[in-house]
T-cell receptor, first 114, second 112 residues
Framework: DVKVTQSSRYLVKRTGEKVFLECVQD?????MFWYRQDPGLGLRLIYF???????EKGDIPEGYSVSREKKERFSLILESASTNQTSMYLC?????????????FGPGTRLTVT | DQQVKQNSPSLSVQEGRISILNCDYT??????FLWYKKYPAEGPTFLIS?????DKNEDGRFTVFLNKSAKHLSLHIVPSQPGDSAVYFC???????????FGTGTRLQVTL
């Protein structure tokens, strides 16, 4: 079974703090993704990575950065947390090649910025 | 611009009846479609998928139908069970593409 783990289930941070969210997958997947989920807005892609040290912006990258130094690990960084970044953050991974591929999700991190 | 739309935010169905969740898309490049189920405080789990070469795919109680000309897909759950109560997301991608575009979700409540 694919396993995607996230470093924290719940996190509370103050405005202006630097926040690190970590994600690890154990299936040797090439692709990794960070989403945020907000009520009525569905899942919105923040960043994704298709290889080590490679990254691409998603639909809402502002205020975020990412790091992928090892294939199994993908980190999301909030440089200076703001209250509008309070959300559920979801990490996912998938294989790549030709065809259609499902993404496998971690359990999520509920981040509250006060 | 919402390329994948789930126009019903919520749906309530009696146990044992059929649940039908709908999804529309606008991007003609999409040819692979997926449904995910999400419980509160958990990550989404993959449910079923369909490629554009098919118009139907079944997996147990779950069937997905694709109408390419109408750019519409639907998920049928028969019979519905209380454990099916969750938020369901529709997603789409171009074939071979890594990115998925998600809809806004439909909350299904299966009542006794």
């Amino acid at each position: 079974d694919v396993k995607v783990t996230q470093s924290s289930r719940y996190l509370v941070k103050r405005t202006g703090e630097k926040v690190f969210l970590e994600c690890v997958q154990d299936m040797d997947h090439e692709n990794m993704f960070w989403y945020r989920q907000d009520p009525g807005l569905g899942l919105r892609l923040i960043y994704f990575s298709y290889d080590v040290k490679m990254k691409e912006k998603g639909d809402i990258p502002e205020g975020y950065s990412v790091s992928r130094e090892k294939k199994e690990r993908f980190s999301l960084i909030l440089e200076s947390a703001s209250t509008n970044q309070t959300s559920m953050y979801l990490c996912a991974s998938s294989t790549s090649g030709t065809g259609g591929y499902e993404q496998y999700f971690g359990p999520g991190t509920r981040l509250t910025v006060t | 611009d919402q390329q994948v739309k789930q126009n019903s935010p919520s749906l309530s169905v009696q146990e044992g009846r059929i649940s039908i969740l709908n999804c529309d898309y606008t991007n003609s490049m999409f040819d692979y479609f997926l449904w995910y189920k999400k419980y509160p405080a958990e990550g989404p789990t993959f449910l079923i998928s369909i490629s554009s070469i098919k118009d139907k795919n079944e997996d147990g109680r779950f069937t997905v139908f694709l109408n390419k000309s109408a750019k519409h897909l639907s998920l049928h759950i028969v019979p519905s069970q209380p454990g099916d109560s969750a938020v369901y997301f529709c997603a789409a991608s171009a074939w071979g593409a890594s990115k998925l575009t998600f809809g806004t979700g439909t909350r299904l409540q299966v009542t006794l």
